[in-house]
C-alpha cells in the first residue's frame, strides 16, 4: 500500500518541476529564435547600407574625378559627369545563385508507371499488313515504363551537351539521346551530332512523359516503331523573318525504324518547319519532312498464310514524307487556365527492296526461307485534340488510321496473306496534374489494329518529373 | 559618271541603313516600355508577353522563336521567373548574340536587391525561386535601378546611339524620381494598410509603401489555395482584419473573390504590369493607377 502512495508522492513533486522545466526550456527556444530574427533582420539591414554606403563612395569619387577634370573645361566637365553618374548608377550585382546554376548540369528524372487492362488472348502483337517493328510488347498489369534520367549543360561558350538515358525496369540503361550542339554559331545555324530523335514532324522529339496520351499514336508505332532516331549530325537554320521558318537536315545511319544501323551511312532527313501566332489568342504550326531510310535485313513479323508467326527480313528502301499541323488556343493567350491543342499527322511511305519469309515449317508454317521483291506504298495519319477545360483537368481524343495502300510480296505472295484492312484506333483520356510536375491519366482505347480483332485497352498511368525545370517545347 | 555617283552615294548610306533601329525583344510588359522610354525611335521593341499572362507559365511558339532570332538584345527578369520559356527560345533560335552570358542577354534582377529569398529550396515548398522573389517591377525605385543599367547596356551594344540613349535616360530618370517622390507623398495614408494577396506578386509595392501583407492565398507559392485552407486564412482576418485582398490582372478571381466575399473586403485587381488596366500604356500610367487602386482601398 505504501508503495503506490510514495510513487504518487514523488510523482507529484517530480511533475511540476518537469512541466516547468519543459515550459521554460520552450520560452529559451523562443527567445533564442526571437534573437535569431532580430540578428537575421539587422545583418540584411546592414548588408543593404553596406551596399548604399559603397555605391555612395563610387558616385562621390567619380565625382571628384570629373570635378578635377572641370578646371580643364567647364563643357567638357559637364558632359563627363553626366556619363559619370549614369554610368556610376548600376551596380551589377553577380550572376543569382539560381538552381540550374547550382546543379552544374542540370538534372532531372522522369518516373513513369501505369497500370494496364489489355486482352491477354492475343499474342504477337502487330500492325495488320504494315512491316513494322516486331517488339510490340504489351502487358497488363502494373509495370513501371522506362525511367529517364536527363543530364544536359553548356559544354563551353561553344557548345551545349545533352543525355537520356532510359533506365529499363529489368535492367540495363539504353541510351535515347547524347549529343552535343553548338550555341554560338550565330545567324540562326545550329549544329548538333551524336545520337538524337530527329527533328521531322511534330510528335518525333518528344519522349513519352511529354505525350498527351499513355500510348503512342499508330502512325509513330507503323512507320517508325516508336520514334525516329539518328545517329549522325543535323544542320538547322531559323530564317530571320516574323514568319517562323525553320530548315534542317540530318545525315548518319539511322538508328531505328524503318532504317537500320547495319547499312552505315547514306540515311538522311530534311525538314521545314513553319509557325506563328493569329490574334493573341491563337498560334499554330505546320511542317513537311523527307525521311530516307536503308535496310538491311529489317526484322518484322506476321502470321502467314497458315496462321503461324513467320519472321520477315527486308533489304531496300524506304521513301516517307511527313506532314504534321499544330493549332493551339488560348484565351488572351494564358494557357494557366484554359486552351485547347489540335495536332494532326499524316505520313507516306515508299518501300522497295526483297523481302525473306524465314523458314517456319518446323512451327507448322508455310514460309520456307524464300527472298522475294517486295514493294509497299502506304500511309496513315491521326488526329487529337486535348482540352484543359479547367486548371490541372484535361481530356482528350485521338484518332487513328492506318492506309494499307498496295503491297506486294512477289513470289511470297504464295506464303504470307494481302489484305484490304485499315487498321483503325479510338483513344479517349482524362488526366490530372497537381503541379507542373506530376501528372495522373485515365484512358481508355478500342483498338483495331490488327484485322479481326477489337480490343478494349485501360490504362492508369502516372509521370512525376524531379529535378531541374525543363522547359516544355511547342 | 552618274552611275557612279549613285553607287557612292548608296555606299555611303549603307552604314546608316545597317545602324537603323536595334531590336529589343522583352519578355515582360514592364521591360518593354522601359526600353522605349530609354531607346526612343533607335530601338525596335517586341513584347513577347501581355498582362493577361502568367509570365511563369508562357509556352515557347514559333512566333517567339521567330523574333528571338532576329533580336539584339533580350530583355528579362531573371530569377527563374521564365525558366520555363526562355531557355527553350534562346536555344532554339540560333542567335548566338543573346545566349546567357552575352552582352544581348539582360537580366534585370541583377541589378535590384531580390526579397524572399527561400530559406530551403524544394519542390514541396511550391514554385519557389531559389534567388528570390522575381516580381520586382511592383517598386518604382527597381525601375530606375534596372533603367541605369540598361541605358550603359543599349549603349555598348549600339555604340553609335550611345550618346541618345544617355540623354533619354537622363531625362526619363529625372521625370521619373519626380514622380517617385509624387507617389510617395500621394501614398502617405497607405502606411501600414493591412492588405491580403493572391500570389507573391506585389512584395516589392507592399515593402516600398509600408503596407502590412498579413496573408497570402496560396499556401505556398504557385498552388492553388483549396476551400479548407481559404476558410483558415478567413478565420485569421476575423482577429487580423485587412482592408482588401490583391491580385494581378492575369490571376484567376475565384479565390480572392471567394474570400472577399466572406470576410467582407474588396478584391482589387491592380495592373501589376504596363497594360493591365485602362491608362497603363507606360509605366507612369502603372503606378499612378496602381496608387489611385490603393488610395481608394484606403478610404
Known sequence: MLRPTLMAAALAVAMPALSANARADAELDALRAELKQMKDSYETRIQALETRLHAAEIQANQAVHTADKAVQGADQAESQAKSASAQAAPLESPAPASLLSQFNPEISLILQGQYANLDGDIENRNITGFLSPSDFEASSGFSIAETELVLSASVDPYFRGYLNAAIDPDGGVGVEEAWFETTSLGEGFKIKAGRFLSALGYQNTQHPHAWDFATNNLMYDAAFGGAYTQNGAQVKWVAPTDLFMEFGAEFGNGDSFPSTTSTGLGDYTLFSHFGGDVGVSNSWTAGLSYLYGKAQDRESGMADLNDVWADTYFNGNSKNWIANFVWKWAPQGNPTERYFKFVAEYFWRDEQGNLLCADNTAEGGVCNGTDSAYTSRQSGGYLQGVYQFMPHWRVGYRYDRLNDGNYNFGANDAYLPVYDYAPTANTVMVDYSPSEFSRLRLQYTQNKSMIDISENQFFVQYIMSLGAHGAQKY | ?299
Not at chain 2, 498582362?51 to 533580350?74: C, F, G, K, T, W
Not at chain 2, 534562346?90 to 541583377?110: I, L
Open chain 2, 1 to 299: 559618271m552618274k552611275s557612279i555617283r549613285l553607287v557612292l552615294t548608296l555606299l555611303a548610306t549603307l552604314p546608316a541603313l545597317a545602324h537603323a533601329a536595334i531590336s529589343v525583344f522583352a519578355c515582360e510588359p514592364e521591360w518593354g516600355a522601359l526600353a522605349r522610354e530609354i531607346g526612343g525611335d533607335a530601338v525596335k521593341v517586341y513584347t513577347a508577353t501581355t498582362a493577361m499572362q502568367d509570365p511563369h507559365r508562357i509556352e515557347a511558339r514559333p512566333s517567339l522563336i521567330a523574333q528571338m532570332r532576329r533580336a539584339n538584345l533580350v530583355l528579362c527578369t531573371g530569377a527563374e521567373l521564365e525558366v520555363g520559356w526562355l531557355p527553350l527560345l534562346q536555344r532554339e533560335s540560333g542567335n548566338a548574340d543573346v545566349q546567357p552570358g552575352r552582352p544581348g542577354y539582360f537580366e534585370a534582377v541583377r541589378y535590384v536587391t531580390l526579397l524572399e529569398k527561400p530559406a530551403r529550396v524544394d519542390r514541396s515548398q511550391g514554385d519557389v525561386h531559389a534567388a528570390g522573389n522575381p516580381h520586382i517591377q511592383t517598386d518604382p525605385r527597381n525601375i530606375a535601378r534596372v533603367g541605369a543599367a540598361l541605358a550603359q547596356r543599349l549603349a555598348e551594344i549600339d555604340p553609335a546611339n550611345a550618346a541618345l540613349y544617355q540623354a533619354r535616360w537622363k531625362d526619363f530618370s529625372a521625370r521619373w524620381d519626380a514622380a517617385v517622390t509624387r507617389w510617395q507623398a500621394q501614398a502617405a495614408p497607405l502606411k501600414g494598410m493591412p492588405v491580403v494577396v493572391q500570389h507573391k506578386s506585389f512584395t516589392y509595392l507592399i515593402n516600398w509603401l509600408g503596407l502590412r501583407e498579413v496573408a497570402t492565398l496560396e499556401p505556398k507559392p504557385g498552388i492553388e489555395p483549396s476551400v479548407g485552407y481559404l476558410a483558415e486564412v478567413a478565420a485569421h482576418l476575423k482577429t487580423t482584419p485587412a482592408k482588401a485582398v490583391l491580385r494581378a490582372t492575369y490571376q484567376n478571381p475565384r479565390a480572392s473573390e471567394w474570400l472577399a466575399d466572406r470576410v467582407d473586403i474588396p478584391a482589387v485587381v491592380l495592373p501589376f504590369t504596363v497594360g493591365g488596366a485602362p491608362g497603363t500604356d507606360d509605366l507612369f500610367g502603372l503606378f499612378d493607377v496602381t496608387l489611385a487602386d490603393l488610395l481608394k482601398i484606403a478610404r
